[in-house]
């Protein structure tokens, strides 16, 4: 979601209102803080946001609009074509859910046309088929939308996540006038979730929010949240894709050291099957995801993906390099004449090795690095196995560590390579 914060005196709204609850969360933060047992490898699942966004028009598009039906259609394909098998097992609400306003007992609802069984019949069905169901809300005053934010409500709204059997909470940073009460709040409502008793899993934009004005304090950060934005939202183009990997590089020093399981940095949304990428920029975007250890949140429709878009998803071998249990966060070491190389620490000392090609222009181009060079230079020392994963699976077989390994990758393409030890 776009961030709107609030002009004028920040004392009106967000630090007036906090006050009561920032006694009563100063008196609990040295006893209980976020340790909740959850996301120790990525999330996988799905989310509307990217793909439907805030369409409420069900009179003229029943079949794109914001709806249980659209859940439900969803979680029923996500168990008939293998996603829920691939390792695919939220199905996540967005924004634009709500009905306007609050009921008489201050708790949010879901809109009655458009989610007439209500939420907790929604996770009933989400649960009867083995997945977990997410929702969105807001620390502000308002969602990014305009419906009813937590702002003033966190408890009650944590409650009534948990009554209703939810297991995931996006937790956007709209509409909320004072840094101070944006991280009291995200603070807060970890808090709460946990005094709840139910396992959610907490996804926070409090960095996304945060750095406009000041530099995120990570440790506070992955103290309190499962997994946290720090870039734009994604977009349903190259460029977008591009700006979120610069973004990273550029910031990777600050970035990697954080993430482990439990607590990992979002890159935002998975948009491939949709209609702005060629296949090489789909490739490149699950291949990069993968050495990050992003959650692999898709946000596309399920009912008219290509086979081509569904194999690349559900590919099993890059699935397992974003999910490996030793849970670091990969990084680019090399950019040289428009290439990238970027690794990631796996478990049983392999690597996963992606060597992007940068250049837009011309076709096809070979690189040539040194096998000593890659895992810290201890990978293939003496020796190793590589696999090339994708664009499409090739056992390369034995390396020596002294010997060179040559790619060819095309434009805007990343060829993703398995490195195991011997």
């Known amino acids: 979601m776009t961030m709107k914060l609030l002009s004028g005196d920040p004392r009106l709204v967000c630090e007036l209102a906090l006050r009561p609850l920032v006694l009563v969360f100063w008196s609990i933060l040295g006893t209980k803080a976020l340790d909740n047992g959850l996301a120790r490898t990525p999330t996988m699942g799905w989310l509307h946001w990217e793909r439907f966004m805030c369409n409420l028009d069900c009179q003229e598009e029943p079949d794109a609009c914001i709806s249980e039906q659209l859940f439900m259609q969803m979680a029923d394909l996500m168990v008939s074509e293998g996603w829920k098998d691939a390792g695919y097992e939220y199905l996540c609400i967005d924004d634009c859910w709500m009905a306007p306003e609050r009921d008489s007992k201050g708790r949010l609802q879901a809109d ?39 702002f003033g409500y966190y408890d009650i709204d944590a409650q009534t996540f948990a009554d209703w059997g939810v297991d995931l909470l ?207 230079g201890i990978a293939c020392n003496p020796g190793c196995i590589i696999t090339q994963l994708l664009p499409e699976k090739v056992q390369l077989g034995f390396y020596e560590w002294t010997v060179t390994l040559k790619t060819r990758i095309n434009p805007s393409g990343t060829v993703l390579l398995r490195l195991d030890y011997i």
């Open 112 to 150: 009655p046309q458009r989610f007439p069984s209500g939420i907790q019949h929604l996770a009933n069905y989400v649960h009867s088929k083995g997945l977990k169901l997410g929702i969105y809300a807001d620390v502000g005053n308002k969602t990014c939308a305009g419906f009813p934010g937590s």
């Open 170 to 376: 996006k937790f956007d940073g709209c509409h909320c006038d004072s840094v101070t009460s944006l991280a009291d709040g995200y603070k807060y409502m970890s808090l709460a979730l946990n005094r709840t008793g139910r396992s959610i899993v907490y996804s926070c934009e409090w960095p996304l929010y945060m750095r406009p004005f000041h530099k995120p304090n990570y440790t506070d950060i992955q103290y309190y949240c499962n997994y946290w934005r720090n870039y734009d939202d994604i977009y349903d183009s190259w460029e977008s894709i591009k700006n979120i990997l610069a973004w990273t590089t550029d910031n990777q020093k600050e970035i990697v050291e954080v993430a482990g399981p439990g607590g990992w940095n979002d890159p935002d949304m998975l948009v491939i099957g949709n209609f702005g990428l060629s296949w090489d920029q789909q490739v490149t975007q699950m291949a990069l995801w993968a050495i990050m250890a992003a959650p692999l949140l898709m946000s596309n429709d399920l009912r008219q993906i290509s086979s081509q878009a569904k194999a690349l998803l559900q590919n099993e071998d890059v699935i397992a390099v974003n999910q490996d249990p030793l849970g670091k966060q990969g990084y680019c070491f090399r950019k040289e004449n428009k290439i990238e190389v970027w690794e990631r620490p796996l478990s049983n000392l392999a690597w996963a090795v992606a060597v992007r090609n940068l250049q837009e222009i011309g076709g096809p181009r070979s690189y040539t690095i040194q096998v000593a060079s890659l895992g810290q």
